[in-house]
């Protein structure tokens, strides 16, 4: 069954992108990511007790703690990056570089895991790594750090932290609830938030949040608290190598409802690499 888990959390996530750059137009990225950590929070404590999991807790050992800690650190550190980027740039380009971090994943795997990269993987990663770089466009490459290209750093940062979170979320929920393990890491990103937000002086801002804004923030929220459940779940009982390359099929999702609600285009040169990243996943799944 966690290969529809996995499917799963690609539809929520792709919701999830789509959701979040409505909610951030012009509410502060930052904070943001703190209030829609409340609600996540809320709906992974929500699942605990339906699951009847919270019997679990006192079973924990320190090591997975410990790495859920710290997965949970990686993802606050890549949701801080990623609605960033998306603030600043396409949702499309900022959602395929975001993607490709199942590169990165794939070959920590096989380091830190043991899982085996095949020949079809191999490729696959290949292709992934190729429709990336088509993805991005000329102009959007960094000369010097300015609002224009500001996207494309942040992008990449979301990435590499998103990674770290698979790897250490893999090795943390082993012997643990996967409902249980993210509802603990989820509470730990939800105090990086508000301590960027109160670092940062942006505290207030959240009395200037409109209120349509609100509503899609808060929408987001639930859509990555059901994408995470899923995620999780289907992490658990499945490779991380084939279940993250599933969860990136969200670019799909999130490439169709960009052009419906932003309108959004994609050249022939990035079509031709969303072509690539989607042949690319799908071999990863083979």
């Not at 190729?130 to 750093?153: A, H, Q, R, S, Y």
């Amino acid at each position: 069954m966690w290969i529809f888990f996995a499917f799963g959390s690609a539809l929520f996530a792709g919701l999830t992108s789509i959701l979040a750059k409505c909610g951030i137009r012009k509410t502060d990225s930052t904070v943001a990511t703190a209030i829609r950590t409340i609600i996540v929070l809320i709906f992974s404590w929500l699942m605990v007790f339906i699951t009847n999991s919270q019997n679990q807790i006192k079973d924990i050992s320190i090591k997975t703690i410990l790495f859920l800690a710290l997965s949970g650190i990686a993802t606050g550190a890549s949701w801080l990056c990623y609605f960033k980027a998306l603030q600043l740039g396409d949702v499309n380009k900022v959602i395929s570089i975001d993607k490709s971090s199942s590169v990165l994943t794939i070959i920590l795997a096989a380091v830190l895991l043991q899982e085996e990269i095949t020949l079809i993987k191999g490729a696959a990663i290949l292709l992934i790594a190729v429709g990336t770089f088509l993805m991005i466009e000329k102009k959007d490459i960094p000369k010097k750090t300015n609002k224009n290209n500001k996207w494309l750093l942040y992008a990449i940062a979301s990435a590499v932290f998103a990674s770290l979170t698979a790897i250490l979320g893999k090795i943390g929920i082993s012997n643990v609830d996967s409902n249980l393990g993210t509802a603990i890491r989820t509470g730990v990103v939800l105090v990086m938030s508000w301590i960027m937000v109160i670092i940062t002086g942006r505290q207030n801002e959240i009395k200037k949040i409109l209120r349509n804004e609100l509503i899609f923030i808060s929408l987001s929220g639930i859509a990555t608290g059901a994408s995470w459940m899923c995620y999780y779940k289907a992490l658990q009982d499945g490779p991380a190598s084939i279940v993250v390359p599933i969860d990136k099929l969200s670019i799909i999702v999130t490439i169709i409802f960009s052009y419906i609600v932003f309108h959004e285009k994609l050249r022939t040169k990035s079509c031709i690499g969303l072509c690539a990243i989607i042949i690319g996943t799908l071999g990863m799944i083979l």
